[in-house]
């Protein structure tokens, strides 16, 4: 079993949806919540982390993180085109002698058409 | 601006033939870390740097080595490139200069990644 359990897509909405996307986890261990965004051909860049187990918005994104299920959503309302790109999780543990771990999920990819 | 610069974009190189991939950071971020990302897959830790201090992933081949000469350059040497070692990756920094302040979580910055074809 992995570590993170992410659906890989695609995913295709119309412009203007509301889209979920969620991913499964199974470390305790894990303690920061992230997703990253990636367009083709580039590294993952950090939309939204959370901490504990509740919702956190920005802008037209929302990260919600059930602890006691171990399971993560994004939610993307009044979907673009220009967010049309692949949608990573990621959970992070600290390494004991400093750093940090991230262990992502496999990423889905999101298309959003006009 | 601060960043994280890697180089090449696009490296081919040939079975067995060594590579040598760079990753070099602005921000002047004291831990570096190398994913590798194949198609389709998530990105996977295969080492990183405290500091000067050297951490292997248990999972990761002997067949990858890395150095980091100073804070702002990091290299991944591939000794002998086998046709599975072909995939994207990314170099990623992170500063631990901010544990502790509450608004802080270490947030690792990912380069553009460097996408490594073995023929």
């Known amino acids: 079993q992995k570590e993170v359990e992410q659906d890989p897509g695609p995913l295709s909405v119309p412009e203007g949806a509301i889209v979920s996307l969620n991913c499964t986890y199974s470390n305790s261990a894990f303690q920061y919540f992230m997703w990253y965004r990636q367009y083709s051909r580039k590294g993952p860049e950090l939309l939204m982390y959370?901490?504990?187990?509740g919702n956190k918005e920005d802008g037209r994104f929302t990260a919600q993180v059930d602890k006691s299920s171990k399971y993560i959503s994004l939610f993307i309302r009044d979907s673009q085109p220009s967010d049309s790109a692949t949608y990573l999780c990621a959970m992070r543990e600290r390494f004991t002698g400093g750093g940090n771990k991230l262990t992502f999920g496999t990423g889905t990819q999101l298309k959003v058409e006009l | 601006d601060a960043m994280v610069i890697q180089n090449p974009r696009y490296q081919v190189t040939q079975f067995g033939k060594p590579v040598t991939l760079s990753c070099s950071q602005t921000?002047?971020?004291?831990?570096m870390y190398w994913y590798q990302q194949k198609s389709s897959q998530a990105p996977k830790l295969l080492f990183h740097y405290y500091d000067k201090d050297f951490n292997n992933e248990a999972d990761t081949p002997d067949n990858f080595q890395s150095r980091r000469p100073n804070t702002s350059f990091c290299f991944l040497d591939i000794r002998s490139p086998g046709l599975g070692d072909a995939a994207m990756y990314l170099c990623a920094t992170s500063s631990e200069r901010l544990a502790g302040v509450p608004s802080s979580y270490n947030e690792q910055f990912f380069g553009p990644g460097t996408r490594l074809t073995v023929l």
């Open positions: 921000l002047n971020h004291n831990v």
């Open positions: 959370t901490y504990s187990s």
